[in-house]
């Protein structure tokens, strides 16, 4: 069977190819199928639409293909061969869309076939939309709202060629008035029928209107569009007003211009069509025209169509109105009005003559001012402005015309400048008789004064001249030297010339003033140092010390006469003095001093001395000498000695010869002290006694016997070279022979080394604390003594390196031997001095006073040979220790038999005797700066070895270069016993250590800053004394003005004693010494006094006294605070009193004090000489003088400020008859109650309580909201009050991380003067802006403290005049700065008026363009600000208080309420075990709150109860991670640091008490015997239903009990004598509180299971109460544990709140868990807020810390 195939053939251009294939059936000629489909896409060409096969019955025979019919426009081709049909023209979809062929196949025999062959047209997108028209137009009436949306243009179509889904048409519309902003449209098209819509009233008047409004409509039909034009023509209405383009339009006209004259033309403006009716047509009139008051006639008209405005009447003048404003109205054709003024200003025509401002100037000038000075300004009057003056002197007018001149100002300005021609002199008879001329002005300028004027111009000129007359007189002033009548004197005096002697008298005369002034005389005090002459008021100079003419030889005195000008000027003569020797000095012994004998030896020769005499030797005041042997000399010297002299010796002078009569025994006297008397050859002969030391030098000829030694050693462990303990001991009285004895062990100790040859002795500095008993044996060989015994005992007491650097300085007049050795008793001064500091330092036995080293320091510390020695004390447990000795060092001295010459540190002279030793010092040494002296170690040690005894420990050194340095401890990382103060506890943190401070101390070191004192005076009661020493008063000693060439001392002082001394740095009777002691008294000296209620100052620097004493107009002695500052810097001396504002500090800053006359409130004197810096080395003595029988103060002190550091006057100052507060400025005490969040303000008489920053309200219980600023934010607000121009203050908080940026500013109008607080580079900085000082910018910064840190702080500025004070925080040290700059500023120049209005700006200062924001200035951005306070009163900060009694914020932009940021955390890792620790917009990986990284690997938590941080008794508990305190009663508190508000005890009469008593006792047994019976009937009812209750308490979510526990240990149901802690509600809702199956009517905490084992918290309350409280009301009357947390910080649970029945148990002193926290905010946070704050308290978050210091209050 043959088959035929329709072979697949690719059609080109992508169209499909149909193939047919079939088997052919019986027929002779057959198609494959009867029909066939092709659909072919219009308007492409084809060469092959199908390939058509028929099969014949007989092979090979042809086929021929022919189209029998539907090819009647023959589009198509067929092969009769192949069967190929294909296209001959393109097919058009829209012409026809489907063709049917009819195909015949045919063989040659006549046997045909037909098939059916359909070719469907497949459409094309072939014809684009078309617009029958290109634009449409159509015309409405302006602003018509009706029947809105409405139809505009019906028929905007256009067609299509294509058929079906190509030919469907879609339409849009653009262009004016259409929006893609969201914005309605005013046009819209319907999608299909192309219909245009109105949908808004159109305007056709600019500037927001259009006359035409063009649009384009679309059509698209999907692929290809077109596009249309519509105009929308609008019909005017008359709906505009005429208008003026310029509100305001200027103009100017003469004021001589006649009628007529055109001054301005004004156009006004009509919106509206012109070609439509009258509605642009404009006419113009005048509304308010300006009238002549005395003829009534207008003054101005103006032309109705032009708008010209011309003058109305003639003439005008300037001089009575220089301006007119009048008002112009425009009016169109529908009468609608449009208003515009003019303002026209009169030009000036000089019309009016000019006369000077007096008729006569008499004027009194100096006559020092050279002809280049204004003598007077001259000033004249003119009321026209178009004015050139010209001044002259009319010549021969008066007596010295031709001196003066007067010139005008550039310009030709109405002032004339007077001056002289040329110099004039007061002491010539013509000038001082004065004199006076007339002046000339002309406001014509010159042209009239020309020579060749005519006579028009000349009588113009007379008639704009005016004249005055002026009369100068002139003052001295002076400008010359006194005039000595002989300026030098020579004179020879011999040198014992007597006091009082007269030498010469020198006259001087003063030419000033005629010579009538008097001169005074004083001598220059370079001239005579020693102070030996004196000058009288005559001049005559005097003989007032004794001369010395071994001294000097010659004197050469300046004495000065000085004048009494101002300022005084001076001459010098001079007084030249040859002094004459006068024998009045005996000889002296010019060597030797010292010689050596031998002993054991012959008589012999033992010196030959030689002699000296400083008097002079030609005037036979010398030599030759004499010697002889002092016949008082001891027995033993006369009988060993003798002396000879030797005339011819020395040259003749004679030499005197010593002889030893015999051999000397060492062993008998080691040293003979030869006296000698010698004497010089004058007449009379002076002679004296001399001393001649002779030293017996040691043979070994004693044998040796066995002794002990004790060696006690203070070591350092962290030394690490070989202690010394000095030579091994054996008795010998031979002492010259160590290097014949041998040395070695009995038995050998570990850790102890021996040198066999000197016997010298180390230890290991490994050694551990003990004693050691060591055995030696000694040989000497010289004797053929052997194995003699030497024991050594060594006590060994290691100390920390603060024990050493911390020790006191106690400077002995004794050398180190004596000091260690032992007497018979076995007892040293060393020992004694240890026992007496303990005595007189009144400590317990476990205070330790230890000698942990002892310095012998020789001869170089004094000018005397005495041998002196420190020894360093040191004792753990005595506050101001260093104070306590030197207040005891009288007794101390008397008690060890030894002078004291010093307690502390006053010098650092042995520097340069270790500076060979400095290198050596230990790495990285530890230190403290005391006296300007660095104290530390210098790596070795100090050993004083007394034969029996010996005292070994580390080697301290001095040097100096710490100047100024602080004192005080830093607080750090690690506690120490000086980290907190006054009772505070150091916690350490994993930000550094925090105090747990007391009530009523303040700062990060529990400070307290106050002290009471209780006054006294001068007595000479003997009776009143306490331990041998006077008592008169109260006083307290602090730290000693430290040795800085800067220094400022502030003070606060509350007083009714008119005479009290304040302060005192000086000599007293225990610094000075005894005469004769070798010591030299300290001539500085710091004294501030109160003197008739004023301040007085004595200051002396070592170059002499300085008193400055205020007369101010008002006494300090008024029981009001007041502040004293004191400051030195460069050559001045400042004192000031309430830095000049005029009274009280505590007066509010509301209150203005009267500047006009300012008192004396500051003096200020210059210092003497080059000595900058107080060396007093003692204490700052406060209130009064220990020693000295001095007024004392009554009163407070409080805020001592020294160099920017609070002084602590807590209770560790050493002190009498004070003690720290203040009850007169005490609120409670006078019946006020501040509250937690209040503090006590004013003074007596006026105390006020004030909100701490971020509280406000009623008791201050109300937070204040803070504001965040945003990136170019800011806030202006308008005052209701004005700020004082003297004094301003300015308090808020802030919080930033940014650099810098602007927090508030204070300016005056237009911004010429400010005042501001900015942040630069970090640091806090207040920049002052005052135009009229010097320099005219002046900032003041705290450069030492980085506030970038994402905290809150609180800040304080305060400014008096140019002086600010700037405080953040605690204000102490690097937080604290001042600017006092006083000096040389004028009281109005120091004013700072505030624009109320303007020039408060809150954040950044905006710089303003037009209406919009230009640039922000000092943008504070991404930071907040709170509870901003001006001069005291809170202002508002937007937005959430927008004004309040004090103000209004008036603008404000870029803000937000609150200060809250994103989580910081979000999306960030940290390597194992840290995890990310949010801290307000920042992060840092860390292990979190209340635990610390160990070992790199491991998070542990910390346990701060170990820092027992719970004050007043209470009992800490950790809740890891955190603590919680339970407070004993009477006392509250984060810390129990808060004692109760008010007293509660119940003072009642005896006999009602007793009632109470029974009555209480008989209800106490009736409750008992109830609730016992309740007790009994519960139980049994519950044993009878025990199955049940256990499957009711399976099925229960209500309460959970300890016996459905199965992982807890505990099996006891709670009672009414517990409470539970407990968590928030639980996930499935129960209640927190349910009632206690076992007590009726009783509400009980209820506890889960899950949330509490059974070793909880609650279970150490339980252990707490039963068995270590005691004076605590018993638990069970209290309310729940949960109430409890809530009046507390720390609250656990909020969402709920106990019954009511629970409330009255708050107040009953009940001790209670007072806070559950992390690691502890101390003292700096405020009470929690909401439950946000809670919860952050809970967990440790520390997002919202409000910052508080002061610790009085709960914080």
């Known amino acids: ?233 609008l019909k005017d209405i008359n709906d505009n007003a005429p208008f003026f383009p310029f509100l305001t339009t200027h103009a100017s006209v003469s004021e001589d211009a006649p009628p007529g004259s055109s001054v301005v033309r004004v156009v006004a403006v009509d919106h509206d069509d012109p070609q439509e009716a009258d509605n642009a047509k404009v006419t113009y009139s005048l509304e308010k025209n300006a009238i002549d008051e005395s003829t009534g006639k207008a003054i101005f008209a103006i032309d109705s169509n032009l708008g010209l405005i011309t003058t109305a009447f003639c003439c005008l003048d300037r001089e009575k109105t220089h301006r007119y404003i009048i008002q112009v109205v425009a009016t169109d054709g529908g009468g609608l009005k449009g208003t515009g003024t003019v303002v026209i200003d009169v030009e000036d025509v000089n019309d009016v003559p000019p006369r000077f401002s007096q008729p006569e100037w008499t004027l009194k000038v100096s006559e020092n001012l050279t002809p280049d000075d204004v003598l007077a300004t001259l000033t004249v009057q003119d009321t026209d402005i178009s004015n050139y003056f010209t001044f002259r002197v009319v010549p021969e007018s008066g ?180 002094v004459t020797d006068v024998n009045d000095n005996p000889p002296f012994l010019v060597g030797p001093q010292e010689v050596q004998v031998v002993e054991n030896g012959e008589a012999q020769e033992v010196a030959r001395v030689k002699l000296g005499d400083p008097d002079d030797w030609s005037r036979g005041h010398g030599p030759p000498f004499s010697v002889v042997l002092d016949p008082r000399a001891p027995r033993h010297v006369a009988a060993n000695i003798r002396v000879t002299l030797d005339k011819r010796g020395d040259e003749g002078r004679g030499v005197g010869v010593v002889w030893a009569r015999a051999g000397l025994d060492r062993e008998e006297r080691r040293t003979i ?78 850790g102890f080394f021996l040198a066999s040859s000197s016997g010298d002795l180390t230890m290991t ?42 020790a006191t300085t106690i400077t002995l007049l004794t050398d180190s031997y004596r000091l260690v050795n032992q007497d018979q008793d076995g007892g040293s001064i060393l020992t004694r001095l240890v026992w007496a500091v303990r005595s007189w330092a009144e400590v317990g036995a476990d205070v330790g006073v230890r000698a942990v080293s002892v310095q012998p320091l020789g001869q170089h510390t004094t000018p005397t040979p005495t041998p002196t020695t420190r020894v360093w004390l040191s004792s753990s447990g005595i506050a101001n220790f260093g104070h306590v000795l030197l207040h005891r060092k009288r007794q101390l001295s008397k008690a060890i038999g030894v002078t004291i010459r010093e307690v502390g540190v006053s010098n650092c002279d042995e520097a340069a ?190 170059d002499g006294l300085v008193t400055l004493t205020l007369s101010a107009s008002y006494s300090l002695a008024d029981n009001a605070w007041h ?66 029988n001095t007024s004392h103060l009554q009163g407070c002190i409080r805020n001592l400020r020294v160099n920017g550091q609070l002084v602590d006057l807590g209770v560790g100052v050493l002190s009498r008859r004070s003690f720290p507060g203040c009850p007169a400025s005490n609120c409670r005490s006078s019946g006020l109650h501040c509250g937690l969040h209040g503090r006590c303000q004013g003074s007596p008489g006026s105390l006020r309580c004030g909100c701490q920053a971020g509280w406000s309200g009623p008791g201050c219980g109300t937070p204040t909201t803070p504001t965040t600023f945003l990136l170019n934010s800011y806030i202006k607000l308008a005052l209701s009050f004005t700020p004082l121009g003297y004094t301003t203050s300015i308090s808020l908080r802030f919080r930033t991380w940014r650099r810098s940026g602007q927090l508030v500013m204070l300016s005056s109008q237009h911004g010429r003067e400010s005042w501001s607080l900015q942040l630069v580079e970090g640091h806090l900085c207040v920049l002052l802006q005052m135009v009229h000082t010097q320099p005219s910018l002046s900032s003041l910064c705290l450069s030492r403290a980085s506030l970038s840190d994402g905290r809150w702080h609180y800040l304080a500025a305060v400014r008096y005049g140019t002086v600010s004070l700037l405080t953040v925080d605690d204000g102490d040290n690097e937080l604290y700065n001042a600017s006092m700059v006083l000096e040389g500023q004028q009281q109005q120049q120091q004013l700072l008026q505030v624009d109320k209005q303007e020039g408060v700006h809150i954040g950044g200062t905006p710089e303003f363009l037009d209406v919009s924001v230009f640039r922000i200035h000092g943008d504070f951005f991404d930071g907040c600000i709170d509870d901003l306070r001006i001069s005291g009163r809170r202002v508002p900060l937007p937005p959430a208080v927008n004004s309040t009694a004090w103000g209004q914020a008036s603008v404000f932009k870029g803000v937000e309420r609150g200060c809250v940021g994103p989580s910081a955390c979000a999306n960030i890792s940290c390597r194992a075990p840290l995890s990310c620790v949010d801290t307000w917009r920042s992060y840092h990986c860390g292990c979190g709150e209340g635990r610390v990284l160990e070992g790199g690997t491991t998070c542990r938590e910390l346990d701060y109860c170990m820092w027992q941080p719970c004050l007043n008794g209470g009992t800490c508990l950790n809740t890891r991670p955190g603590y919680a305190c339970v407070c004993s009663a009477g006392f509250s508190g984060q810390h129990c640091h808060l004692p109760d508000a008010t007293d509660t005890t119940l003072k009642l009469p005896l006999g009602i008490l007793v009632t109470l008593v029974v009555f209480c006792t008989f209800l106490f047994l009736l409750i008992c015997a109830f609730l016992l019976h309740q007790h009994h009937h519960r139980r049994s009812a519950l044993r009878k239903n025990t199955g049940d209750a256990n499957d009711d308490a399976k099925g229960s979510t209500t309460s959970v009990t300890c016996k459905k526990q199965v992982a807890s240990p505990c099996s006891h149901t709670p009672n009414l004598l517990e409470l539970q802690l407990m968590n928030p509600p639980g996930d499935k809702g129960q209640p927190p509180w349910t009632k206690n199956p076992n007590i009726a009517d009783v509400d009980v905490l209820r506890v889960e299971s899950s949330s509490l084992p059974c070793g909880s918290l609650m279970e150490k309350v339980h252990h707490h109460h039963n068995h270590q409280q005691r004076g605590v009301s018993d638990i069970s009357p209290s309310p729940p544990l949960h109430h409890h947390l809530q009046q507390h910080r720390g609250v656990l649970d909020t969402s709920s709140s106990p019954p009511q029945h629970h409330h009255h148990h708050q107040k009953k002193g009940v001790s209670g868990l007072s806070a559950l926290h992390q690691e502890p905010e101390i003292n700096y946070e405020k009470e929690p807020r909401n439950d946000r704050d809670v919860r952050g308290l809970v967990s440790g978050n520390g997002s919202d810390k409000h910052l508080d210091t002061h610790h009085g209050i709960e914080s």
């Not at 023959?74 to 049909?85: I, N, Q, T, V």
């Not at 071994?550 to 001076?570: F, I, M, S």
Request: aromatic share 6%.
């Open 673 to 750: 002290l030869v006296p000698l008397v010698v004497g010089d050859a004058g007449r009379p002969s002076l002679s004296a006694t001399v001393t001649l030391s002779l030293q017996v030098a040691d043979v070994n000829d004693n044998p040796m016997s066995p002794a002990s030694k004790t060696v006690t050693v203070h070591t350092l462990q962290s030394q690490g070279e070989p202690v010394p303990l000095g030579r091994v001991y054996v008795r010998d009285p031979d002492d010259w022979d160590a290097r014949q004895k041998t040395y070695s062990w009995r038995l050998h100790h570990p």
């Open 399 to 578: 007596r010295g015309w031709e001196l003066f001149r007067v010139e005008g100002r550039p310009g030709g300005g109405p002032e004339g400048d007077l001056r002289a021609v040329q110099p004039l002199d007061y002491e010539d008879p013509d000038h001082r008789r004065g004199f006076s001329f007339k002046v000339q002005v002309t406001d014509m300028g010159t042209s009239g004064r020309d020579d060749d004027a005519d006579d028009h111009t000349t009588e113009t000129w007379d008639d704009h001249t005016a004249e005055t007359w002026v009369r100068v007189f002139l003052e001295d002033v002076n400008d010359n030297d006194p005039v000595f009548s002989e300026n030098h004197a020579h004179l020879s005096l011999p040198e014992d010339t007597p006091p009082g002697t007269h030498l010469t008298t020198f006259t001087a005369l003063d030419p000033d003033a005629g010579g009538e002034k008097a001169v005074t005389y004083s001598i220059a005090s370079d001239s005579d140092p020693g102070r030996q002459f004196s000058v009288d008021g005559s001049g005559a100079v005097r003989v007032v010390g004794g001369m010395d003419r071994e001294a000097a030889a010659a004197h050469t005195v300046l004495v000065w006469a000085v004048d009494q000008g101002h300022p005084p000027r001076t001459t010098t003569a001079t007084l030249s003095v040859n």
């Open 765 to 806: 500095p490994l050694t551990p604390d003990g004693r050691y008993e060591l055995g030696f044996t000694v040989s000497d060989v010289t004797h053929g003594i052997s194995d003699v015994d030497a024991n050594v005992t060594v006590d060994v007491i290691s100390v920390s390196l603060n024990d050493v650097i911390d």
């Open 1 to 233: 069977m043959a088959v035929n195939v329709l072979v697949p053939l690719l059609i080109p251009l992508g169209e499909q190819l149909t193939n047919v294939t079939r088997l052919v059936g019986k027929d002779p000629v057959e198609f494959e199928q009867t029909e066939y489909l092709v659909e072919v896409p219009e308007n492409t060409s084809r060469e092959l639409l199908l390939l058509l096969s028929a099969r014949v019955q007989t092979p090979g025979e042809s086929v021929e293909y022919t189209i029998r019919e539907g090819d009647d426009e023959e589009h198509f081709l067929l092969d009769s061969k192949s069967g190929r049909l294909s296209l001959l023209h393109p097919l058009d979809y829209e012409h026809k869309q489907q063709y049917d062929l009819v195909v015949e196949a045919q063989t040659g025999e006549r046997k045909r076939g037909e098939t059916r062959v359909v070719v469907k047209v497949v459409d094309e997108n072939d014809h684009a939309p078309v617009f029958l028209r290109s634009l449409h137009e159509t015309q409405i009436t302006e602003e018509d709202d009706r029947h809105l949306p409405k139809i505009i243009l019906k028929q905007v179509k256009a067609v299509d060629g294509d058929a079906g889904r190509h030919g469907h048409l879609t339409y849009s519309v653009s262009g004016d008035g259409i929006f893609k902003n969201g914005t309605r449209s005013c046009f819209s098209v319907h999608p299909t029928s192309g219909t245009v819509h109105l949908l808004r009233p159109l305007d056709r008047d600019p500037p927001h209107g259009r006359p035409q409004w063009r649009l384009r409509v679309w059509a698209t039909d999907g692929e290809l569009d077109a596009a249309t034009d519509v105009r929308v023509n």
């Open 913 to 1102: 005797h270790d500076e060979a030793t400095h290198d050596a010092a230990i790495p990285n040494e530890a230190g403290r700066c005391v006296g300007g002296c660095w104290v530390s170690l210098n790596g070795g040690f100090n050993i004083v070895d007394a034969n029996t005894s010996a005292v070994v420990g580390p080697r301290v050194t001095l040097r100096g270069g710490c100047g100024c340095g602080d004192a005080t401890p830093a607080v750090g990382h690690f506690c120490t016993p000086h980290t907190c103060l006054n009772g505070g506890r150091c916690v350490p943190t994993s930000t550094g250590t925090r105090c747990v401070c007391p009530h009523g101390t303040w700062g990060l070191r529990c400070k307290i800053l106050i002290r009471h004192f209780e006054g006294g005076g001068p007595t000479q009661n003997t009776e009143s004394f306490e331990n041998g020493m006077p008592q008169v008063g109260g006083w307290a000693w602090v730290s000693p003005i430290p040795p800085c060439t800067e220094v400022h001392v502030s003070l606060e002082i509350l007083t009714k004693d008119k005479s009290a001394t304040l302060l005192y740095s000086g000599a007293d009777q225990v610094q000075q010494g005894n005469p004769g002691s070798g010591t030299v008294s300290i001539r500085d000296l710091l004294l501030l006094e109160l003197r008739q209620g004023r301040p007085s100052l004595v200051l002396d620097l070592g």
């Open 1123 to 1188: 502040r004293i500052d004191i400051l030195w810097k460069d050559k001045q001396v400042e004192l000031i009193v309430d830095l000049c504002s005029g009274g009280s500090i505590e007066t509010p800053l509301t209150t203005a004090h009267d500047h006009s006359t300012p008192p004396t409130c500051r003096a200020s004197s210059t210092l003497p000489g080059t000595a900058r810096i107080l060396n007093t080395g003692g204490p700052l003595q406060v209130g009064g003088q220990v020693h000295l």
